[in-house]
Each structure stands twice: as structure tokens, then as C-alpha cells.
């Protein structure tokens, strides 16, 4: 999974295309939205759960980067992909938190795109199901690294932790997935570990 376990810099096309944002160039930010809006999908869709509110996290995010280069207020066009990660992780941490104060609970929908073959729909919910399961600075540390491609001390500064914390969350968010996940990636739980 984690082919550059220190960093994972900006890629020169993102950032080219930022720079060119900044300038005005309206198509180059929509490339480049075109480019990031996956990965932060799946990374506010595993924070929220929510299919609706990771498209919401997503515009936003998005929206907020783009008004922070229309004011002139990105200097270091290779941190955007940062900032954008770090406005999606607390737009879902801000949703998470709303969503646990409410007091009637809300069902669940899990709707799969008509595409999807329910064999990985299946996996998928297996999966969501692990990752549920962890911490939530677990969570998050080891979704920015998977799906924003962030650096060690990137998740750090989104959390708020040091790079100590970040390696020690994501090493520990893996480890416990492996016990809760089989090699087929079926939630086993804690009693199926081992059989």
C-alpha cells in the first residue's frame, strides 16, 4: 500500500496546474479537480459514511481552495493538496460530531451504483466495517495517507499530532485491520482472528 513510506510529494502536474489556477485559468482548476476529487471522495465517504455528505465535504473543500487562490492566499502551491485534505478531514470530523449528538439514529442507506457487482459492494461493507472499528485518529491518519497520498508530517499538521503520533496511528490502524479483516478482506472480528 504505502510504496514511499516518508513522502509523497506534490506531483509536478497538480502543482502546475494549481499555479496556473492562481493565475486564473479556470480550466486548470478544473483539472485539477478532476484529478483530487476521488481520492478526497473516498476519504470523506470512509470519515462520514455518508455518500451525500462526502459529495458535500468534497464540494466545499473544493470551493475553499479555490476562493484561497482567487484572494492570492496559497503561496506554496505544492502544500494545496495538504490543504485540501486537511478542510476534508474537518468538515467530516465537524459532520461526525453532529451526526453523534443527534438523538433519534439515522438508518443507514447503502445504495450501490448499478455498475457495482454486489460481490464488492459485499467487500466494501466489510471493510467499512473494520474501519468503523478504529480509533478515529487511527482512521484518519491512515485514510490521508491512502487516499490523499499526504506525507507524515501532512497528516500531522491536519491533526494536530506530531510525526511520531501519525507513524504510530497509521502502524496501529493496519495492524488492527489485519485482525479484523481475513485475506479475502471479510470482516472476522475479534473472534474469527486466528481460525
Not at 478532476?34 to 470551493?63: K, N, W
Not at 491533526?159 to 502502524?171: D, P
Amino acid at each position: 500500500m504505502d510504496t514511499h513510506p516518508e513522502k509523497n510529494p506534490a506531483d509536478a502536474r497538480e502543482i502546475d496546474l494549481i499555479r496556473r489556477a492562481a493565475r486564473g485559468d479556470a480550466p486548470a482548476f478544473e483539472a485539477y479537480c478532476a484529478r483530487i476529487e476521488g481520492p478526497l471522495f473516498g476519504y470523506a465517504f470512509g470519515m462520514t459514511r455518508s455518500p451525500q455528505e462526502a459529495e458535500d465535504i468534497v464540494q466545499e473543500s473544493l470551493l475553499r481552495l479555490y476562493r484561497l487562490l482567487r484572494q492570492g492566499g496559497l503561496r506554496d502551491f505544492s502544500s494545496a493538496r495538504s490543504l485540501v485534505f486537511t478542510t476534508a478531514h474537518n468538515l467530516s470530523v465537524d459532520h461526525v460530531r453532529r451526526w453523534r449528538r443527534r438523538v433519534v439514529p439515522i438508518v443507514e442507506r447503502r445504495s450501490a451504483r448499478a455498475s457495482e457487482a454486489a460481490e464488492q459492494a459485499l467487500l466494501r461493507e466489510q471493510v467499512e466495517r473494520a474501519m468503523a472499528e478504529l480509533p478515529e485518529s487511527h482512521r484518519a491518519a491512515l485514510m490521508l495517507r491512502e487516499f490523499g497520498g499526504l506525507s507524515y508530517e501532512e497528516i500531522a499538521s491536519a491533526l494536530g499530532a506530531n510525526r511520531g503520533e501519525v507513524r504510530t496511528w497509521i502502524y496501529r490502524a493496519r495492524k488492527r485491520l489485519a485482525q479484523l479483516l481475513d485475506r479475502d478482506g471479510q470482516y472476522i472480528g475479534e473472534h474469527g482472528h486466528g481460525v
